[in-house]
């Protein structure tokens, strides 16, 4: 007998995702990915200042602020045809690159690690071995016998205490948990380290951002950062400096660390190599512009149907004409009105709410469609797409994670392992690696220009009185962003923001194919239906992020996830 | 010279949500605090809310308040043993680490401050775009009371400002961009 469980965190008010599944003889028979709040922010722009734009739209969001502020800003200079000084681009690069960098990292350690680590198994390991284990894998100089030994004293109190603390929400001791005590131990040492590398990430964005969350730097045309390479107050060497050496750390972390321990769980779970591909379709845009105009990109962007890897479609401009033509959003299945699928720039976002029906309407996310097809976004789909294109970047550290995940557990994986829970996590990293050598690609460039006596960040925006569209894309930590934009008489006409988890967790379409989540937990084998945990490894895998921005302090915990017999 | 956090958080576009950063905007050109008090408005956030409070002596928080066992615009506390006594849930995105869930980690991590107050308001309403309901409105000078009583209790100099140079202002309810000629 069937029966139906829905995973439903409610840890706030509004806003959040919930997941349904079906289970018969204890394998997922079928899905559903609901949001349970509608936010309509969008209609907030309307009639404003285009120029003000980004500084709305980055309040969308509590973890992504620099992310809906880049977009936001390209989207009005795509509109007014507006180039930016390389300067600009390169800050703004830099910025991308420390917040991704930042979020790769606090996703898999903070967010998705403790699905594949038990730390109950932790105070029963040698910390002398785990350290031993650790030395033949990398050459980080964090994992010495005496820190890893600290972090086991830290879960031996926590767990002494008789109350979990921080840990009372996982499933330790599921049969699904494969790790000995040793690479428990190490994968949590580096979990707590991950808080300081992650912290310093952000440091840098907060340096050329002036604060964050909610960067203050940045302007339709350009930047505000003054140059000045002789002064304290302004970007001047002393800052760079500064910026270079926090930018050092965070690479040896995500080279070192992060990377190899990916490629250790990878290793050591290897059928989830086999679990959890779902849509393979994908789509990410270039992104890291190198030239005023954007024409030339460090990050490819492209599009592949139907994991046929070989008929990859590349994107030229970050806005590429294929793109802008091919986007619209299905409603069918989402609590807003209207039946045919609409472009976001002719987008409307009027509520139809009806509750939750498994067969109708179910979740406040729009289905974003390309050529009318699902597509999967994030990092999976930038480097497939890299890949297939022969990106040489992409190579390199995709090439660099099979022969380690070979090297550590002697699984021979392809990039058609990639389609798969794992090969999400896997491709992030990958391009956290490839992120962190742009980093400091990204640094020497804006030093270079600015040692040619190049201080210019910023070119004023003319506003047309006659009607105006524009897209700005930005290939964000979840995936690819766009927001639209249609300004007459110097005002926001319509604005529209397509947010990654919208194509990844959005519902059915109106023909009935499933989005990304839904499709990717099909099939899935569920050893205790009652503690979903695989249910949680996959949608982990996506770090799914609801357009949940509203902060009430909710006094009361409540449970996570509901079984019942259909 | 100890160093003490108050922070605002919630939404500025949701309607109550803002309370806590409006609040924030209040003291700041309302008052001056000696040395080693940050004001800031945090946003929404999420597990980065665990490196801006370790390590701190106290941190006072301001949020808006969701409870159905108290009218609109009660003002409530909640001191640290209360906060950390809320169990985190498993969580499916990375918004779901909220305050109680970043005090236990930084209670793990051995630097959780010595003092933690959440104070608010309960709100009532949280549309895009609406301002704060009257109810959460009146309850702003009592909020302001708490915030100033646990800096009187910590010892933290505070003094009123006699001319207020900027007054504080919704800017989320501005027109931002002046156009030069």
Redesign the interface.
């Known amino acids: 007998m069937a029966k139906r469980i829905t ?1 439903d ?11 349904d599944v079906e289970v018969d003889n204890n394998v997922v028979s079928d899905a559903w990915a609901s949001c349970t709040m509608w ?3 969008e ?2 722009l309307r009639g ?2 285009p ?2 734009a980004w ?2 739209t980055q ?5 992504c ?1 620099t992310v809906h502020a880049m977009a936001s800003v390209r989207s009005v200079e795509d509109a007014l045809k507006l180039e930016v000084p390389l300067n600009a681009q390169y800050i703004r690069n830099l910025i991308l690159i420390a917040h991704a960098l930042h979020d790769h990292i ?2 898999f350690y ?2 998705s690690a403790l699905d594949w680590v038990d730390v109950l198994q932790i105070p029963k390991a040698d910390p002398a071995a785990a350290s031993r284990l650790a030395e033949s894998l990398s050459p980080w100089t964090r994992n010495s016998k005496n820190e890893l030994k600290a972090a086991q004293d ?1 879960v031996k109190a ?1 767990a002494a205490s008789g109350q979990l ?2 840990f ?4 330790w001791g599921h049969p699904a948990m494969k790790l000995s005590p040793e690479v428990n131990l190490l994968a949590f040492t580096h979990y ?1 380290q991950a ?1 300081e590398y992650q ?1 310093k990430a ?1 440091q840098v964005v907060g340096i050329l951002g002036s604060k964050t ?2 960067i203050q730097n940045l302007t339709v045309g350009g930047v505000a950062n003054a140059i000045d390479l002789d002064s304290q107050s302004a970007l001047g060497m002393d800052k760079l400096e500064m910026i270079r050496s926090l930018l050092a750390e965070v690479v040896e972390f995500v080279q070192q660390v992060y990377f190899v321990d990916v490629c250790a769980v990878a290793a050591m779970y290897p059928d989830w190599f086999k679990i959890g591909s779902g849509v393979k379709n994908y789509l990410a845009v270039p992104d890291l512009p190198l030239d005023s105009r954007a024409t030339e990109f460090d990050l490819p962007g492209g599009y592949i149907r139907n994991a046929d890897l070989a008929g990859v479609k590349g994107f030229n401009t970050a806005a590429d004409p294929v793109f802008r033509q091919s986007v619209t959003e299905d409603v069918v299945h989402a609590y807003y009105q209207g039946e045919k699928p609409l472009h976001p720039w002719n987008g409307e976002t009027e509520p139809a709410f009806t509750g939750w029906q498994a067969e109708q309407k179910y979740s406040w996310v729009k289905a974003p469609r390309f050529n009318g097809e699902p597509m999967q976004v994030g990092p999976l789909a930038q480097v497939l797409i890299g890949y297939s294109q022969g990106h040489p970047l992409t190579k390199k550290y995709t090439n660099m994670a099979i022969e380690k995940v070979a090297a550590i557990g002697g699984v021979q994986a392809t990039p058609a392992a990639l389609h798969s829970t794992l090969g999400r996590h896997a491709a992030r990293a990958i391009r956290a690696c490839m992120l962190a050598e742009l980093a400091q690609k990204h640094w020497q460039l804006l030093v270079d220009n600015i040692s040619k006596g190049d201080y210019s960040v910023y070119n004023a925006p003319v506003l047309p009185s006659h009607e105006v569209q524009g897209v700005g894309t930005h290939e964000a930590p979840r995936g690819t962003l766009s927001h639209w934009v249609v300004i007459k008489d110097e005002k926001i006409k319509n604005y529209q923001a397509v947010v990654p988890s919208t194509w990844n967790a959005s519902p059915r379409d109106q023909a009935g194919a499933h989005g990304p989540y839904e499709a990717s937990l099909l099939h899935t084998p569920l050893a205790r239906p009652e503690e979903p945990l695989e249910v ?1 490894r996959t ?2 895998s996506f ?4 357009a ?14 509901t079984a019942k017999i259909l | 010279m100890k160093s003490i956090l108050i922070g605002g ?6 309607g ?2 803002a309370l ?1 950063p409006y609040v924030v905007h209040l003291l700041e050109t309302q008052f001056t605090f000696e040395d080693g008090v940050q004001l800031e ?8 809310l ?2 801006r409070i370790a390590g701190q002596h106290a941190v006072i928080l301001v ?5 159905e066992a108290h009218p609109p615009g009660t003002v409530l506390e ?1 001191d640290k043993t ?1 906060l ?1 006594s ?16 970043c005090l ?2 930084a ?4 630097n959780i401050p010595e003092n933690v107050l ?1 104070i ?1 308001a309960v ?1 009532e309403r ?1 549309d ?2 609406e301002p704060l309901s009257e109810a959460v409105l009146g309850a702003i000078d009592k909020i302001i009371g708490a915030v100033l009583g646990e800096l009187w209790r910590l010892g933290v100099k505070v003094e009123r400002k006699t001319s207020s140079s900027a007054n504080a202002t919704e800017w ?1 309810a501005e ?3 002046v156009t030069t000629a």
Not at chain 2, 9 to 14: A, H, I, T
Not at chain 2, 87 to 100: E, G, N
């Open positions: 995973i965190p409610i840890t706030r008010i509004e806003g959040h995702l919930r997941i936010r309509g922010i209609k907030i404003r200042d120029r003000d500084l709305f309040r969308f969001c509590g973890v602020t606090v996703h903070q967010l830290r926590v603390g921080i009372a929400n996982g499933y707590v808080l912290r952000l969350p909610h949680l949608v982990h770090d799914p992020c609801m949940c921005a509203c902060h009430a302090f909710d006094p009361a915990g409540r449970k996570i996830a | 958080m919630g939404n500025v576009l949701l109550d949500d806590g408005d945090l946003g929404t956030p999420a597990l980065d665990t490196h949020d808006c308040i969701s409870t909640y209360e950390l809320v169990i985190p849930t498993q969580r499916l995105d990375p918004h779901s680490p909220a305050v109680s869930e236990l980690a209670e793990m991590l051995g959440l608010g709100g949280f895009p775009g989320w027109r931002l961009c």
